[in-house]
């Protein structure tokens, strides 16, 4: 067993490292305080290769292997959680999704300008009245000729406002006896007439980041652009998120390295009883959970892109880990907040942002509760991953980096 990080590895952690330190957080309280995305962050990411990191170079992407997304997303969130959001959408649930399932026409299409950061990708799966419960999705699909006819309107949709296109999971055949089975997916790209879309004001947290909704109405798209077959909506969007709950995990991961680091600057700076409070022994029991999680989190994580890499099924691992780190990384920012007592209760520290951004990962792609269920699951025998048609392909250096 090898716990080091490759050559490669590093450079990516440094290079993300630099960028999102040197031009992200000197500016990041202005935006989350004015709720906006800042509008250099995704051309610059596109820029640094990072909208495209693992994705095969003959796919527009830099070729680098799925350990490198993980390490990647824990520096982006390590500075502000809206950044790796934008790679949890962007990357894990819509081009790997095209990675996994696409055709080689709609790698092409597709997944080429998203993984050079020419566009950007969104994933809807939520809509107003089914979030966990993905079988209650009534958008639709209905199949007109060479065509699709969409309707139907996402909630909660991560850049929202800023993607090309979105993958997006419809009802196309509301008769069948397991309405997991009548659902499909499609790419939607939402210049399309009779899209409409808007972000959503007044979250508690990824303030600079994009979320919002996105409605069709008789939105015509070919049939070439659906994902799969019809009837496979549901298990590509589980795999979409097997990705997706990586990139979580990965960032939870730096959110609980940033609120570690916070907690210990302020704790050699701040005096109490006469001494600096990091001598004090409830503060060092904080500190010293900090530590553990943070080392739990990343093993975790890491154990599910070194199976990624492998091509192993990482279903019940991935849920593990994002289930772990997004809950530590929630209890390490509010114990940062604590251990900042009444200055960590304002935005002139950033834990009191990293409290709030921490909130929504216990949230989406599977609320803690259903990450719970999942586990009992597996460890019960109740639940078994059968194979899928199409598996995300195990990291191959000669094949990524032709
Ligand atoms: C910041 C943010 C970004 C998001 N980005 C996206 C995105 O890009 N794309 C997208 O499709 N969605 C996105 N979402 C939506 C997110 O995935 C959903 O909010 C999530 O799946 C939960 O669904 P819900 O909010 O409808 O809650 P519900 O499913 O209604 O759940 C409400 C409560 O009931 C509990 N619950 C539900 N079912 C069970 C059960 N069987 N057993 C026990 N408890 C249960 C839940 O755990 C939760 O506590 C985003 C959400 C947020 C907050």
Same mark, same amino acid.
């Given at each position: 067993?090898?716990?080091?990080?490759?050559?490669?590895?590093?450079?990516?952690?440094?290079?993300?490292?630099?960028?999102?330190?040197?031009?992200?957080?000197?500016?990041?309280?202005?935006?989350?305080?004015?709720?906006?995305?800042?509008?250099?962050?995704?051309?610059?990411?596109?820029?640094?290769?990072?909208?495209?990191?693992?994705?095969?170079?003959?796919?527009?992407?830099?070729?680098?292997?799925?350990?490198?997304?993980?390490?990647?997303?824990?520096?982006?969130?390590?500075?502000?959680?809206?950044?790796?959001?934008?790679?949890?959408?962007?990357?894990?649930?819509?081009?790997?999704?095209?990675?996994?399932?696409?055709?080689?026409?709609?790698?092409?299409?597709?997944?080429?300008?998203?993984?050079?950061?020419?566009?950007?990708?969104?994933?809807?799966?939520?809509?107003?009245?089914?979030?966990?419960?993905?079988?209650?999705?009534?958008?639709?699909?209905?199949?007109?000729?060479?065509?699709?006819?969409?309707?139907?309107?996402?909630?909660?949709?991560?850049?929202?406002?800023?993607?090309? !296109?979105?993958?997006?999971?419809?009802?196309?055949?509301?008769?069948?006896?397991?309405?997991?089975?009548?659902?499909?997916?499609?790419?939607?790209?939402?210049?399309?007439?009779?899209?409409?879309?808007?972000?959503?004001?007044?979250?508690?947290?990824?303030?600079?980041?994009?979320?919002?909704?996105?409605?069709?109405?008789?939105?015509?798209?070919?049939?070439?652009?659906?994902?799969?077959?019809?009837?496979?909506?549901?298990?590509?969007?589980?795999?979409?998120?097997? !990705?997706?709950?990586?990139?979580?995990?990965?960032?939870?991961?730096?959110?609980?390295?940033?609120?570690?680091?916070?907690?210990?600057?302020?704790?050699?700076?701040?005096?109490?009883?006469?001494?600096?409070?990091?001598?004090?022994?409830?503060?060092?029991?904080?500190?010293?959970?900090?530590?553990?999680?943070?080392?739990?989190?990343?093993?975790?994580?890491?154990?599910?892109?070194?199976?990624?890499?492998?091509?192993?099924?990482?279903?019940?691992?991935?849920?593990?880990?994002?289930?772990?780190?997004?809950?530590?990384?929630?209890?390490?920012?509010?114990?940062?907040?604590?251990?900042?007592?009444?200055?960590?209760?304002?935005?002139?520290?950033?834990?009191?942002?990293?409290?709030?951004?921490?909130?929504?990962?216990?949230?989406?792609?599977?609320?803690?509760?259903?990450?719970?269920?999942?586990?009992?699951?597996?460890?019960?025998?109740?639940?078994?991953?059968?194979?899928?048609?199409?598996?995300?392909?195990?990291?191959?250096?000669?094949?990524?980096?032709?």
């Amino acid at each position: 067993m090898d716990f080091s990080l490759s050559r490669e590895h590093r450079m990516v952690q440094q290079m993300v490292r630099e960028f999102v330190q040197k031009e992200v957080a000197p500016v990041i309280k202005e935006y989350d305080r004015a709720q906006e995305m800042a509008t250099f962050v995704l051309p610059r990411m596109a820029e640094l290769g990072i909208l495209g990191i693992c994705i095969p170079v003959r796919y527009g992407g830099q070729g680098m292997d799925y350990l490198s997304l993980g390490l990647a997303c824990e520096e982006l969130e390590a500075v502000d959680t809206s950044l790796r959001v934008a790679m949890s959408v962007h990357m894990g649930l819509n081009s790997m999704g095209l990675l996994q399932w696409g055709t080689e026409e709609q790698k092409h299409q597709f997944l080429v300008p998203q993984a050079k950061g020419e566009k950007y990708g969104c994933f809807g799966l939520t809509e107003p009245g089914a979030g966990s419960d993905v079988a209650a999705i009534v958008s639709n699909a209905r199949r007109d000729g060479d065509t699709y006819v969409i309707n139907g309107e996402k909630m909660w949709i991560s850049l929202a406002s800023k993607a090309h !296109n979105c993958l997006w999971v419809a009802r196309t055949n509301p008769d069948a006896p397991d309405p997991h089975d009548g659902l499909s997916a499609f790419m939607v790209e939402l210049d399309r007439p009779g899209v409409s879309r808007g972000d959503i004001h007044g979250k508690l947290g990824v303030r600079a980041g994009s979320t919002g909704w996105i409605a069709c109405q008789d939105v015509r798209i070919p049939v070439s652009n659906r994902l799969g077959e019809e009837g496979e909506g549901f298990k590509i969007a589980m795999s979409c998120l097997d !990705n997706g709950r990586y990139t979580v995990a990965a960032g939870a991961t730096g959110l609980i390295r940033a609120s570690l680091e916070a907690s210990l600057k302020y704790a050699h700076e701040r005096k109490a009883f006469g001494r600096e409070i990091g001598k004090l022994q409830l503060v060092q029991q904080k500190i010293a959970a900090m530590v553990q999680s943070y080392d739990a989190a990343r093993l975790l994580y890491l154990r599910a892109g070194w199976m990624k890499n492998q091509g192993l099924r990482n279903t019940r691992e991935t849920s593990l880990a994002k289930w772990f780190a997004t809950d530590a990384s929630f209890h390490a920012a509010s114990e940062a907040v604590q251990i900042h007592g009444a200055y960590g209760y304002s935005d002139e520290y950033d834990v009191e942002r990293y409290l709030r951004n921490s909130k929504g990962a216990v949230i989406y792609e599977g609320t803690s509760e259903i990450h719970q269920l999942m586990q009992a699951g597996y460890a019960l025998q109740y639940r078994q991953d059968a194979p899928l048609r199409c598996e995300l392909p195990a990291y191959d250096p000669d094949f990524w980096q032709d």
